[in-house]
């Protein structure tokens, strides 16, 4: 069933001036069911801001919380991690999450180059973030991130992907 606008608003979660917070803002939200979806959007928007903030606060040690125990994490598009891997993971200082992120030094030296930038710092370029969210069903939810400033730097992130277990939201791929 293909998906279809079901609502459209301009809701902001936080406000980034002084704060050191990036300001997320729900706009349009898709559904295949045709439901509007409103809870499961301020749930998810609220997940969202917590893993942005752990990026900007260079601190994972609240991500494991918002990982289903079960169904584990994408950390990229292609790595698949088990929740007890990501639990390991989030401590280490070279962890491939610290050094993607945002420890620059190690992903130019890893790299071997110093035309890179951590995740951090292209978030840092956004200038706030709309997200329009794709509801598959329920229980599944991608978002898409558009910058508000650079908005060529919004194709160098994955586009999160949620799902509900058990009555609560989890990020099932990082941005």
Known sequence: MPLVLVSFSTCASTDSLGTGRISTFAKNTYSSDK??????????????????????????????????????????????????????????????????????????????????????????????????????DSKNCEVKLSFHKNQSYSTDLNSPYFIKMDGKWYIYRLL
Do not use: C
């Open 35 to 136: 439901q509007k979806h409103q809870q499961s959007q301020k749930e998810i928007q609220a997940l969202l801001q917590a893993v942005i903030d752990a990026i900007l606060q260079e601190n994972w040690k609240t991500l494991p919380q918002m990982v289903h125990p079960e169904r584990g994490l994408f950390v990229d598009l292609k790595a698949h991690w088990s929740y007890e891997k990501v639990s390991k993971e989030v401590s280490r200082k070279d962890s491939y999450l610290a050094v993607y992120f945002f420890d620059k030094k190690r992903l130019q030296a890893q790299k071997r180059t110093k035309d890179v930038e951590t995740v951090k710092e292209i978030l840092l370029r956004s200038g706030g973030l709309d997200m329009d969210f794709f509801f598959i």
